[in-house]
């Protein structure tokens, strides 16, 4: 199996929005941003960026149907998708970098409660540490901001 033909299913808490992403994610990562904590309303987050062709929405047509649209004012080139019926943030896509963000949490589980096939998707790096809310004791490279492009703290 080549990493092109990983794939990873996931959506909102009530099913009604759904994805998939193809191959490796061009990041993973724990993202300790204010941003992040404030939208997400979790200490840190399992982020992963997909390059656009390999994200695709999977829930019945028309997708946008399903979807609010939302935006930060400090980020408007990021645009944020919501499942109107549960509320749950489910992806977003930023223009500039023409990247899908979605979060390791909402990926479909196995029947004991894991992330189906995390061993090849799971985080490589903490990133934007320094506005952490708690340490994290573990092996994976601590970043002032995105992984080999910021200055690594622990
Ligand atoms: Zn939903
Ligand atoms: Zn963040």
Known sequence: MSSSDIIHTGGCF???VRYQVTGKPVTSA????????RLQ?????????FSASNFSWTHSEPHDAAL???????????KRRR????GCT???????????SVWGTQFDRDEDGKIKGWDTIKPTAHIFYETRLLDVQ???????GYESKSERIA
């Open 14 to 16: 009530c099913k009604a």
């Open 41 to 49: 309303g979790a200490a840190f987050i399992s982020t992963l960026h």
């Open 83 to 86: 499942c109107k019926n549960c």
């Open 90 to 100: 489910v992806a977003s896509y930023n223009s500039k970098s023409e990247l899908w």
């Open 138 to 144: 573990d092996d994976l490279g601590k970043w002032t």
């Open 30 to 37: 724990y993202c300790h941003c204010t941003l992040c904590q």
């Open 68 to 78: 609010d649209v939302f935006e930060v004012t400090s980020k408007p080139w990021k």
